[in-house]
Protein backbone atom coordinates (compact mmCIF):
# COMPACT_ATOMS: atom_id res chain seq x y z
CA UNK A 1 0.00 0.00 0.00
CA UNK A 2 1.10 3.47 -1.05
CA UNK A 3 1.56 6.27 1.55
CA UNK A 4 -1.26 8.66 1.99
CA UNK A 5 -0.80 11.76 -0.12
CA UNK A 6 -1.13 14.63 1.51
CA UNK A 7 -2.89 17.82 -0.42
CA UNK A 8 -4.94 20.44 -0.39
CA UNK A 9 -7.87 19.02 -2.18
CA UNK A 10 -7.88 21.64 -5.03
CA UNK A 11 -9.50 18.94 -7.56
CA UNK A 12 -12.13 18.31 -5.12
CA UNK A 13 -12.70 22.09 -4.98
CA UNK A 14 -12.13 22.50 -8.46
CA UNK A 15 -15.16 19.64 -9.28
CA UNK A 16 -17.51 21.26 -6.22
CA UNK A 17 -17.10 24.61 -7.98
CA UNK A 18 -17.86 23.53 -11.62
CA UNK A 19 -20.62 21.14 -10.55
CA UNK A 20 -22.06 24.98 -8.87
CA UNK A 21 -21.53 26.98 -11.97
CA UNK A 22 -22.62 24.53 -14.00
CA UNK A 23 -26.25 23.80 -12.38
CA UNK A 24 -26.59 27.62 -11.83
CA UNK A 25 -25.73 27.92 -15.72
CA UNK A 26 -28.44 24.95 -16.64
CA UNK A 27 -31.09 26.20 -13.85
CA UNK A 28 -30.99 30.10 -14.74
CA UNK A 29 -31.22 29.33 -18.54
CA UNK A 30 -34.51 27.08 -17.42
CA UNK A 31 -36.25 27.52 -14.85
CA UNK A 32 -39.05 25.19 -14.06
CA UNK A 33 -36.18 21.92 -14.28
CA UNK A 34 -36.09 19.01 -12.64
CA UNK A 35 -33.31 16.96 -10.84
CA UNK A 36 -33.35 14.45 -13.49
CA UNK A 37 -33.10 17.27 -16.74
CA UNK A 38 -30.36 18.92 -14.90
CA UNK A 39 -28.26 15.24 -14.38
CA UNK A 40 -29.39 14.46 -18.57
CA UNK A 41 -27.74 17.96 -19.34
CA UNK A 42 -24.40 17.97 -17.22
CA UNK A 43 -23.51 14.25 -18.10
CA UNK A 44 -24.51 13.95 -21.72
CA UNK A 45 -23.72 17.48 -23.08
CA UNK A 46 -21.27 19.03 -20.24
CA UNK A 47 -19.59 15.64 -20.51
CA UNK A 48 -19.13 15.47 -16.53
CA UNK A 49 -20.08 11.53 -16.83
CA UNK A 50 -17.34 10.56 -14.61
CA UNK A 51 -18.80 12.81 -11.43
CA UNK A 52 -21.34 9.81 -10.71
CA UNK A 53 -24.38 12.46 -10.74
CA UNK A 54 -28.05 10.82 -10.02
CA UNK A 55 -31.10 12.66 -9.68
CA UNK A 56 -31.04 11.89 -5.75
CA UNK A 57 -27.50 13.45 -5.53
CA UNK A 58 -28.74 16.95 -7.01
CA UNK A 59 -31.59 16.90 -5.45
CA UNK A 60 -29.48 16.99 -2.20
CA UNK A 61 -27.15 18.97 -3.30
CA UNK A 62 -28.87 22.03 -4.40
CA UNK A 63 -30.71 22.92 -0.93
CA UNK A 64 -27.74 22.35 0.59
CA UNK A 65 -25.25 24.04 -1.12
CA UNK A 66 -26.97 26.58 -3.59
CA UNK A 67 -29.94 27.55 -1.21
CA UNK A 68 -28.79 31.39 -1.09
CA UNK A 69 -29.38 31.45 -5.03
CA UNK A 70 -31.48 28.90 -6.34
CA UNK A 71 -35.07 27.97 -5.32
CA UNK A 72 -37.39 24.39 -5.64
CA UNK A 73 -41.18 23.87 -6.19
CA UNK A 74 -43.48 21.21 -6.31
CA UNK A 75 -45.11 19.86 -10.03
CA UNK A 76 -48.02 18.64 -8.65
CA UNK A 77 -49.09 16.95 -12.19
CA UNK A 78 -45.24 15.54 -12.31
CA UNK A 79 -44.84 14.56 -8.43
CA UNK A 80 -41.65 15.66 -8.13
CA UNK A 81 -39.58 18.71 -7.07
CA UNK A 82 -38.65 21.84 -10.02
CA UNK A 83 -35.72 24.25 -9.65
CA UNK A 84 -35.84 27.79 -10.53
CA UNK A 85 -33.63 31.08 -9.58
CA UNK A 86 -34.49 32.83 -6.14
CA UNK A 87 -34.75 36.13 -7.52
CA UNK A 88 -33.45 38.81 -5.24
CA UNK A 89 -36.40 40.80 -5.28
CA UNK A 90 -39.01 38.55 -4.24
CA UNK A 91 -36.99 38.70 -0.94
CA UNK A 92 -37.32 42.37 -0.48
CA UNK A 93 -40.90 41.93 -0.88
CA UNK A 94 -41.80 39.54 1.60
Request: glycine share 8%; aromatic share 8%; net charge positive.
Amino acid sequence: MSPRRLGKGSQKKARFDRLKNEIMRFVTANPGCSAQSIVANLSHDRVMRNHGLTPRKVGFFIPRHLADRLTWWQDHRAGRRVYGRLDENDENTA
